[in-house]
Every structure is written in C-alpha cells, then in structure tokens.
C-alpha cells in the first residue's frame, strides 16, 4: 500500500529569504522525480502560501500566484502537512506590520501533531514560530544572528546553538539558507530510503555532511554536525591529507586554539576526540585505497598508518567486518 502524499505549505512573505525555500522546495521536487523513475508515487505535493497573493523576495523578484492561508489547518488534516516558515533579512524579525502579524493569527491556531501536522522553520522562520507560540518547551535552532532574539521571544524553549538542525517532533528547526537543504534531505531520507537522498543530494551537488548516510560508512562525512568554523578547518584539513604527521597540536594550530581547547572543541561539537577522528579519517582512506586494488602496505602508508599491523588493530579497534585483505567485505557493522 501507498504512503499517503504529504503536503508541504512554503509560506512566503514579503522579504522572504529567497534561499531558505527554493533550496529545500528544489529538494522535494527531485525527491518526486526520484520515486516517479523507480516506479514509486510522488510524495510531496508543495504548495506556496502567504497573506498576499503575491510578495518581494529578498533578492527583489516578486512571487505571483500565492495561495491563501488554509483555514481551518487542524491537528489531524486529510493529508499530513508540513507547514515550513522561513527567514526574512534584517538582524532582527519586525512583526509589527500587518502581513506579519495576519500570518502569527493564523499561525497561533495551529494545532501541531507528529506526522500530521507539522512545522519545519528555516533560518529566522522559528522567531515567527516563537512568536506564534508554537515553540515553548521545544528544543530549537536557528541563525545565529537570531538566538538571543528567539530566546527573548520564547524563553521557554531550550534553543540550541551551534547546530545544523534541530530534530523536537513535531517542530524541525534549521539554522538557515542551506542548512534548510540539509534539514529536507534529512526528513527526504526517512520518509523515501536514503537512496532517494543521496540521489537527489547528488543532483544538487550538495555535500552531504549531515545527510541520510550512516555515519559509520562515510567518516569524511560526518562528525560535522555542528558550525564551528575552527573544528571545520581542522575537519578539512585532516580529511584532505590523512596521511601528513597529525599530532592534537598541530590540529590546534590549524584551529588556532590551545591542544586543550581543542580537544574540548572536539568532544562538545564533533563528539569524538581529536585522534579518535584522524583513525577514522585514516582507517576511511585505507578503505578507499583497498577498495582501488592498493595492497594492505600500499594502503596503510597512503592513509598514514606506520604498518600493516596499526591498520589492522584500527581495522579491528572499530569494529570493521571482514579484514584488510578482503576488500570484498568492506564495510561497518
């Protein structure tokens, strides 16, 4: 049988940030491309909202043919519904003008139910949210420039800095622009199978740092849930040359931060310890390298390890199935 369609409410306002819905609307619709090839029905059926028919982005081009705000939207609709609010320019969100404020009375009578009626905010769309309401007692993100504005309009919520995106059903936050692409991939992922995500992440050409794959099967991948500038120049620079004479205090230079720092940097944003990531990063390589016919010594110094017997005992210290020598099984339990 079926998954029933879902139907997505982008609701646009003047200024909308033109790049918090167009990324994750384009992610939907090749989502459908994607489960229409495999014989599958297509899942999202996106519809654009707002109190106007038409609106300004934030780039200048209008937006005609907006529908109405649906009322009533109840707790239980037909078809289950997503209703995605997005961020508008400024260091701060103004609310008091009339389109806004018709949008927060119509966003104060929502009744939120996990997979039926659900809210999805991008970038400033959850100060929108806050001021909705709908956010007290939840855990939420947004941009930065917002956090201390999201947690003066709600102090109730439990917001969350320094992520991607924030998971607290029925309410998905993300923190803005493409990290609303990460969000729908995310949500794409566990509705459609991650092939359908990783299709569609690579037809965006997106890097999927907090995409649908298993953690486990793609460390250069993860371990990058976070928007610590300084973590992610390490990050980089480990991911790119595995193999060089890491040390914690040559990461640290990299991050320009004390060894100590660094490793609580690590540990508070990646939730892994520096060297425990560079075997990681390095066992990767060497999978790599065995995978494109190198033999185990080839493999072991082309991702950095001093022997044979180190990659082995990383092979084994991460719970790898198969062995070095078998390239045919590789992979994560």
Request: charged share 15%.
């Amino acid at each position: 049988m079926a998954a029933p369609p879902l139907r997505i409410l982008f609701v646009l306002q003047p200024g909308s940030l033109l790049l918090d819905w167009a990324g994750p609307a384009e992610a939907l619709r090749l989502a459908n491309q994607c489960l229409q090839a495999q014989g599958r029905e297509a899942r999202f059926a996106r519809q654009f909202i707002g109190t106007q028919p038409e609106a300004a982005t934030s780039v200048g081009c209008m937006i005609s043919g907006l529908q109405p705000l649906p009322t009533p939207l109840l707790a239980s609709p037909a078809t289950p519904t997503w209703v995605v609010l997005v961020g508008q320019p400024g260091q701060t969100i103004d609310v008091n003008n009339a389109p806004t404020q018709a949008l927060l009375h119509w966003l104060r009578g929502l009744r939120l139910v996990p997979d039926q009626l659900e809210l999805v905010t991008i970038c400033a769309g959850s100060v929108l949210a806050a001021h909705a309401g709908l956010l007290a007692g939840r855990r939420v993100t947004t941009h930065h420039h917002h956090l201390e504005e999201l947690q003066a309009v709600e102090p109730s919520c439990q917001v969350i800095a320094n992520r991607v995106f924030v998971e607290d059903a029925p309410v998905y936050s993300s923190a803005g622009v493409t990290t609303g692409v990460d969000l729908m991939l995310h949500r794409i992922s566990g509705l459609c199978g991650e092939v359908v995500a990783a299709q569609v992440a690579q037809t965006m050409v997106v890097a999927m740092r907090r995409g649908p794959q298993d953690p486990e099967l793609s460390p250069f991948l993860s371990y990058r849930n976070h928007l610590h500038p300084a973590l992610h120049r390490v990050q980089d620079a480990v991911s790119s040359q595995p193999a060089q004479d890491w040390t914690v205090p040559a990461m640290a230079n990299i991050a320009h931060a004390s060894p100590r720092h660094l490793t609580r940097l690590f540990l508070e944003n990646a939730g892994i310890a520096p060297l425990q990531y560079l075997r990681r990063i390095r066992l990767a390589a060497a999978q790599a390298a065995l995978q494109s016919g190198s033999n185990v010594t080839q493999a072991a110094e082309m991702a950095g390890f001093s022997s044979d017997t180190q990659l082995r005992r990383a092979w084994h210290q991460f719970d790898m199935t198969g062995t070095p020598s078998k390239p045919e099984t590789l992979s994560n339990k």
